[in-house]
């Protein structure tokens, strides 16, 4: 089978190394791919990943069997459906089943209507009834656009007139652009914060080992939110006893709600957690694999990844064994200088061939390849990643190839899952 994966990152390099060893597939592709997924397989830069015109072409003059859909954008914008509408399966949800990203008012309405545990919270399209709500509340408040916001549609208000702020921003200046038309204020909630993925096929729903993001800039979660700067999986938080708790209050009633609401989502649901003392609730949902989580949770797949993925989109996911290796993950991504704000492109990135030797699998996520060297070309450039029986060792393999990587202003986080540490 001829394969076409779209995006150009970390997580997108993570699912091309995986399908890469799948017997199944005998040529992959990647549009537009980035320096070091062009090292894997042919990348196509000029087809960028919200293109979904020029998707479709291109799915169709390569004669691709199969799509895997990486980003959030293509799904929302309905690449699925325009693949699916041309003959051609694709991996990811249609473009009303993605609005479990897309519209936070959208999923939030589900999981207030399906008694999922969630921040309280209300909707709003008018900022003066926004104004006379934030009047009535306690801070801290948190002030969310609707749409997809790049991550950074959430602001943590820790006084009333910063949440009148916010919801000003959004509202009335259009700083989050059309997403910030429809704002939701939510209580702020308490708690550490963990990712669960699940392969779903419309019908069932299977979590993937446990993951754990760290999104602030600096070490000590301090400094700005980015698009995460490291993750380990499983999370030792996530016990038994809370998986068993998230599959009867969260999972099993999502699948049951969207199916209620007439919703086929196939692909990856991705839940975001919090442990509040209360116990679980959803932060948010995504509608793709988590990045950088993907990137410590594909490794640890012992099923071939493609296999699970065709028995989403085929609705056989029920009749799937899905294996895992009992080992852990840890990635490290390495930052241009100034991300997640200003930060240069162009630089030459030294050390990868010797890093790679150690032992540590090296995804790139914003790079470019010039002939045998690579140069950065975006915030985040390279996610060092390793597994290990534990998650010391894992972290020590991810943080000693680290040391063998340089570039011009490279910065990262030296204590990715710090506070698991022996
Ligand atoms: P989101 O854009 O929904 O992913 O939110 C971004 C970040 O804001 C989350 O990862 C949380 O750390 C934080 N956050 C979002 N909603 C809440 C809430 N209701 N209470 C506390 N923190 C929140
Ligand atoms: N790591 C956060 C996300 O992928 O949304």
Same mark, same amino acid.
């Given at each position: 089978?001829?394969?076409?994966?779209?995006?150009?990152?970390?997580?997108?390099?993570?699912?091309?190394?995986?399908?890469?060893?799948?017997?199944?597939?005998?040529?992959?592709?990647?549009?537009?791919?980035?320096?070091?997924?062009?090292?894997?397989?042919?990348?196509?830069?000029?087809?960028?990943?919200?293109?979904?015109?020029?998707?479709?072409? &291109?799915?169709?003059? %390569?004669?691709?069997?199969?799509?895997? @859909?990486?980003?959030? #954008?293509? $799904? /929302? *914008? !309905?690449?699925?459906?325009?693949?699916?509408?041309?003959?051609?399966?694709?991996?990811?949800?249609?473009?009303?089943?993605?609005?479990?990203?897309?519209?936070?008012?959208?999923?939030?309405?589900?999981?207030?209507?399906?008694?999922?545990?969630?921040?309280?919270?209300?909707?709003?399209?008018?900022?003066?009834?926004? &104004?006379?709500?934030? %009047?009535?509340?306690?801070?801290?408040? @948190?002030?969310?656009? #609707?749409? $997809? /916001? *790049? !991550?950074?549609?959430?602001?943590?208000?820790?006084?009333?007139?910063?949440?009148?702020?916010?919801?000003?921003?959004?509202?009335?200046?259009?700083?989050?652009?059309?997403?910030?038309?429809?704002?939701?204020?939510?209580?702020?909630?308490?708690?550490?914060?963990?990712?669960?993925?699940?392969?779903?096929?419309?019908?069932?729903?299977?979590?993937?080992?446990?993951?754990?993001?760290?999104?602030?800039?600096? #070490?000590?979660?301090?400094?700005?939110?980015?698009?995460?700067?490291?993750?380990?999986?499983?999370?030792?938080?996530?016990?038994?006893?809370?998986?068993?708790?998230?599959?009867?209050?969260?999972?099993?009633?999502?699948?049951?709600?969207?199916?209620?609401?007439?919703?086929?989502?196939?692909?990856?649901?991705?839940?975001?957690?919090?442990?509040?003392?209360?116990?679980?609730?959803?932060?948010?949902?995504?509608?793709?694999?988590?990045?950088?989580?993907?990137?410590?949770?594909?490794?640890?797949?012992?099923?071939?990844?493609?296999?699970?993925?065709?028995?989403?989109?085929?609705?056989?996911?029920?009749?799937?064994?899905?294996?895992?290796?009992?080992?852990?993950?840890?990635?490290?991504?390495?930052?241009?200088?100034?991300?997640?704000?200003?930060?240069?492109?162009?630089?030459?990135?030294?050390?990868?061939?010797?890093?790679?030797?150690?032992?540590?699998?090296?995804?790139?996520?914003?790079?470019?390849?010039?002939?045998?060297?690579?140069?950065?070309?975006?915030?985040?450039?390279?996610?060092?990643?390793?597994?290990?029986?534990?998650?010391?060792?894992?972290?020590?393999?991810?943080?000693?190839?680290?040391?063998?990587?340089?570039?011009?202003?490279?910065?990262?986080?030296?204590?990715?899952?710090?506070?698991?540490?022996?």
């Amino acid at each position: 089978m001829k394969v076409l994966v779209v995006g150009g990152g970390g997580r997108e390099h993570a699912i091309v190394k995986a399908l890469r060893e799948s017997n199944e597939i005998d040529e992959l592709i990647c549009a537009p791919g980035n320096g070091g997924i062009s090292v894997d397989c042919r990348c196509v830069p000029e087809v960028g990943a919200s293109d979904i015109d020029a998707i479709v072409s &291109l799915a169709k003059a %390569e004669k691709v069997d199969y799509v895997v @859909v990486g980003p959030d #954008d293509p $799904l /929302a *914008l !309905g690449c699925v459906d325009r693949l699916t509408e041309s003959g051609i399966p694709a991996f990811g949800p249609d473009k009303s089943a993605a609005r479990m990203e897309s519209s936070k008012i959208f999923s939030k309405g589900l999981m207030e209507k399906h008694s999922i545990p969630t921040a309280k919270f209300r909707t709003f399209t008018d900022y003066e009834n926004a &104004l006379r709500y934030i %009047e009535t509340q306690q801070p801290p408040l @948190v002030v969310k656009a #609707d749409g $997809l /916001a *790049l !991550g950074k549609g959430a602001i943590i208000c820790e006084t009333l007139d910063d949440a009148r702020e916010a919801v000003k921003e959004m509202m009335l200046d259009g700083k989050f652009g059309k997403s910030g038309a429809f704002v939701l204020i939510e209580e702020c909630i308490y708690g550490p914060e963990i990712t669960v993925l699940c392969f779903c096929d419309g019908k069932s729903i299977v979590p993937m080992v446990s993951s754990q993001d760290h999104k602030r800039a600096l #070490d000590g979660d301090k400094g700005l939110n980015t698009g995460g700067m490291g993750a380990v999986a499983p999370c030792p938080l996530y016990t038994p006893e809370i998986a068993a708790r998230v599959e009867a209050e969260v999972l099993k009633p999502v699948m049951d709600a969207m199916i209620a609401e007439g919703l086929c989502f196939k692909g990856i649901l991705y839940v975001q957690l919090m442990l509040t003392k209360d116990g679980p609730k959803v932060i948010e949902f995504n509608a793709r694999f988590g990045d950088p989580e993907a990137q410590v949770v594909i490794p640890l797949l012992k099923t071939d990844l493609f296999t699970i993925m065709r028995a989403c989109t085929d609705g056989t996911l029920g009749k799937l064994r899905i294996e895992w290796k009992n080992e852990c993950a840890a990635t490290v991504v390495l930052a241009s200088g100034g991300y997640p704000e200003h930060y240069e492109k162009g630089k030459y990135i030294s050390g990868l061939s010797i890093a790679m030797l150690s032992g540590a699998t090296i995804y790139h996520a914003g790079t470019k390849r010039d002939k045998y060297t690579f140069l950065t070309n975006g915030g985040r450039v390279l996610d060092i990643t390793a597994r290990g029986a534990t998650l010391e060792q894992a972290l020590q393999k991810a943080y000693s190839a680290v040391r063998l990587i340089s570039f011009d202003g490279m910065q990262y986080r030296t204590d990715i899952g710090k506070k698991y540490r022996a």
